[in-house]
Nanobody, 117 residues
């Protein structure tokens, strides 16, 4: 079956870095628009980045622009979110998303990122 599995979340101090990975199975992620969302406690899920098919165009929310870098690793059928200069307000569950994979919007299970001193 088609599936997305996130990994790499954890606890990091403010100013630190963390790398999230999203492994796709059952389909080729390079053929679909892929996105990262996050959801903090008590808040709605927020789109923070997406990437075009093939990876030529990447867009970021203003809140993460210049600090986060989203790219494809097609050899591993994965998408990667490199997060630098993390802030406490980045604390959230981070979700990977694939656009209309087999006709259905596909979500990963999420991975927790906590930024705290």
């Amino acid at each position: 079956q088609v599936q997305l599995v996130e990994s790499g979340g954890g606890l990091v101090q403010p100013g630190g870095s963390l790398t999230l990975s999203c492994k796709a199975s059952g389909f080729s992620s390079s053929g679909f628009v892929m996105s990262w969302y996050r959801q903090a406690p008590g808040k709605e899920r927020e789109l923070i980045a997406n990437i075009s098919r093939g990876g030529a165009v990447t867009r970021y929310a203003d809140s993460v622009k210049g600090r986060f870098f989203f790219y494809r690793d097609n050899e591993k059928n994965s998408v990667i979110l490199q997060m630098d200069n993390l802030k406490p307000e980045d604390t959230a569950v981070y979700y990977c998303h694939g656009d209309r994979v087999w006709g259905v919007d596909l979500w990963g299970q999420g991975t927790q990122v906590t930024v705290s001193s």
